[in-house]
């Protein structure tokens, strides 16, 4: 009879293993990609990247961690620590040249791994790395619709600073985390549906931003907006 494991033995036999990854995973990070998009179905949510953009990041100009399961990649996470003109997002977010900026550039997990939180602990795991690397400020876009994106961003610290048009006129929140300040000051805030674009338009040009959120009763979710010190 085999001894039985242990409680500790069983935690970290399931413990996700995270990796980082480097260029022989291309193949692997592309075909995940491709099939956690597709899985969606909705290509006006979420941007399709190019096998090259992936080949730049593990060349250097960005970091890409993975979760590993039975020696598969079930996950990833892209933090772009590169950013040309059209991802530099420090004027819209009233930063100044030299700050130090990084993007969290897009996650995809295997649709039979979705609802485990890897998502959420890939956004925790890019800001560690940015952390490390002594970048102060992150940012990420996601579409309204996609609701598992900025839900996972709002829960991780980010808020919603500004609408945007972006990768051919999809409409897009910019979500912000400053690593340096500390939790948020009570200001001033309500709650606004995520459907209406309108005021929460209104709500930003007034000083808000978006830093939370909760499921309504009919499936749809509501934003909270506090007002910024
Ligand atoms: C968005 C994404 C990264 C979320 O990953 P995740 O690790 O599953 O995130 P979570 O564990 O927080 O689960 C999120 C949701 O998946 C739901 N879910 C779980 N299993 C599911 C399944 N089999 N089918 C559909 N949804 C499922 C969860 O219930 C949760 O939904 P809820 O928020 O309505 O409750 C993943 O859905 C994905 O790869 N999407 C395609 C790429 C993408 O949109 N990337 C983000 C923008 S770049």
């Known amino acids: 009879m085999t001894a039985l494991a242990?409680?500790?033995?069983?935690?970290?036999?399931?413990?996700?293993?995270?990796?980082?990854?480097?260029?022989?995973?291309?193949?692997?990070?592309?075909?995940?990609?491709?099939?956690?998009?597709?899985a969606v179905g909705r290509p006006?949510?979420?941007?399709?990247?190019?096998?090259?953009?992936?080949?730049?990041?593990?060349?250097?100009?960005?970091?890409?961690?993975?979760?590993?399961?039975?020696?598969?990649?079930?996950?990833?996470?892209?933090?772009q620590l590169d950013l040309p003109l059209s991802e530099d997002a420090r004027p819209l977010l009233g930063l100044k040249r030299a700050d130090?900026?990084?993007?969290?550039?897009?996650?995809?997990?295997?649709?039979?791994?979705?609802?485990?939180g890897l998502h959420g602990a890939l956004?925790?795991?890019?800001?560690?790395?940015?952390?490390?690397?002594?970048?102060?400020?992150?940012?990420?876009?996601?579409?309204?619709?996609?609701t598992r994106s900025w839900g996972n961003l709002i829960t991780a610290g980010f808020s919603i600073r500004g609408i945007i048009e972006k990768y051919g006129g999809h409409l897009r929140y910019l979500l912000y985390r400053d690593l340096s300040a500390g939790?948020?000051?009570?200001?001033n805030g309500m709650w606004c549906a995520a459907a209406d674009i309108a005021r929460q338009r209104l709500l930003i040009a007034g000083g808000f931003a978006g830093t939370g959120w909760r499921r309504r009763a009919d499936g749809g979710r509501d934003i909270y907006y506090r007002e910024q010190a």
């Open 6 to 38: 242990t409680e500790g033995e069983i935690a970290s036999a399931l413990q996700p293993l995270y990796v980082t990854l480097a260029s022989n995973d291309i193949d692997a990070i592309f075909t995940l990609h491709l099939a956690a998009t597709r």
């Open 44 to 79: 006006d949510l979420i941007k399709a990247e190019s096998r090259d953009f992936f080949e730049r990041i593990l060349a250097g100009s960005g970091r890409a961690i993975g979760v590993v399961r039975d020696d598969a990649l079930i996950a990833y996470g892209i933090l």
């Open 100 to 116: 130090r900026l990084a993007k969290l550039a897009g996650a995809s997990v295997l649709p039979s791994a979705w609802g485990s």
């Open 123 to 146: 956004i925790d795991r890019r800001i560690v790395e940015a952390r490390n690397l002594g970048i102060p400020h992150l940012y990420s876009t996601a579409a309204p619709g996609n």
């Open 183 to 187: 939790a948020p000051g009570e200001g």
